[in-house]
């Protein structure tokens, strides 16, 4: 079979699950973890002969897919902030609208030097990282109760050769020192039980839960407890970035306003919806 045959009969099979744009970039990802190719070398050898092996192995990853799985996971790879992290189950997908909160920050600070950076529910890692790897001499500790996601941040951290510090601990537990910080950011988990219906099987059913969901009937809970350790451990003037369920950012912007932050801030997505909050601790 050559590689055109085969590129039709993925296309068809992965027609049912993906718009056409998700499709084609899915199509890349795996002629890349399975050849090694670029979209260039594709097209160059559309017309060559496809070996048994390679068919195997890239139809073993269009049957995941139709059940479910999400590329990342299969490929074991996620792009986030122009680098390659590592994720396996256990640890978020870097999602693009992160990578917003990421550019606000950078943006605000990239003239500052030596700023002690705190994130919180790290993940994968990325937020904690892209920050290291972009404000110069940055002092940056992420936390995250989830050992997995531990593992493979501190992983990622070493492959992209950045200076983080990561604990294991609990938000509602853990606490800084008082006025250490300059910058707490926090891509918490913000999904309430009722959404469930709504998403889809690949973020359900195959991201870990603790990194999705509020487990609290009141669905701004984690943002309370991140403005407990802000007015804590933050200096004054210090800056808190969080990425936001859209359902609750009018709450959670009317939340920070009452309790005496400054300078509070919704910004809004490239999808168009209301997904984070700035606030200024200035007392
Ligand atoms: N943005 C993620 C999603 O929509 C949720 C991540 C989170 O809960 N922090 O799947």
């Known amino acids: 079979m050559t590689v055109r045959e085969e590129l039709i ?5 992965l027609g ?3 718009d056409r744009r998700e499709r084609e970039a899915v199509i890349l990802l795996i002629f890349s973890h399975v050849k090694g190719w670029s979209r260039v070398d594709l097209i160059i050898n559309e017309g060559k002969e496809l070996s048994d092996f390679a068919k195997q192995e890239i139809d073993g990853i269009v049957d995941r897919l139709i059940l479910g799985e999400p590329i990342q996971y299969i490929t074991g790879r996620a792009r986030f902030y122009g680098m390659d992290f590592n994720v396996g189950p256990g640890v978020l997908i870097p999602r693009p609208e992160t990578e917003e909160l990421v550019d606000w920050i950078v943006e605000d600070s990239k003239d500052r030097e030596d700023l002690a950076i705190l994130d919180i529910g790290s993940g994968s890692g990325c937020i904690a990282i892209a920050l290291a790897r972009t404000l110069p001499y940055s002092d940056v500790t992420a936390i995250d109760i989830s050992r997995d996601a531990l593992i493979q941040a501190v992983a990622n951290a070493s492959s992209l050769k950045a200076n983080v510090g990561f604990i294991t601990a609990d938000m509602y537990e853990w606490m ?3 006025e250490s910080l300059d910058i707490i950011v ?3 988990p913000y999904i309430a039980p009722d959404e469930v219906a709504d998403m889809e099987v690949r973020v359900k059913d195959f991201e870990p839960s603790v990194a999705l969901f509020v487990t609290s009937d009141d669905p701004i809970r984690p943002y309370k407890r991140i403005e407990e350790i802000g007015r804590r451990s933050l200096k004054p003037g210090g800056l808190v970035y969080m990425e936001l369920n859209p359902r609750f950012a009018d ?3 009317a939340y920070y306003k009452a309790k005496g ?3 509070v801030e919704v910004r809004i997505d490239s999808y168009g919806k209301k997904r984070f909050l700035k606030g200024r601790w200035s007392f």
């Open 9 to 13: 009969e993925v296309r068809k099979r």
């Open 16 to 18: 049912g699950i993906f």
């Open 176 to 178: 800084p020192s008082p």
């Open 186 to 188: 926090s891509n918490p």
């Open 251 to 253: 709450h959670v912007k």
């Open 261 to 263: 932050w400054n300078d």
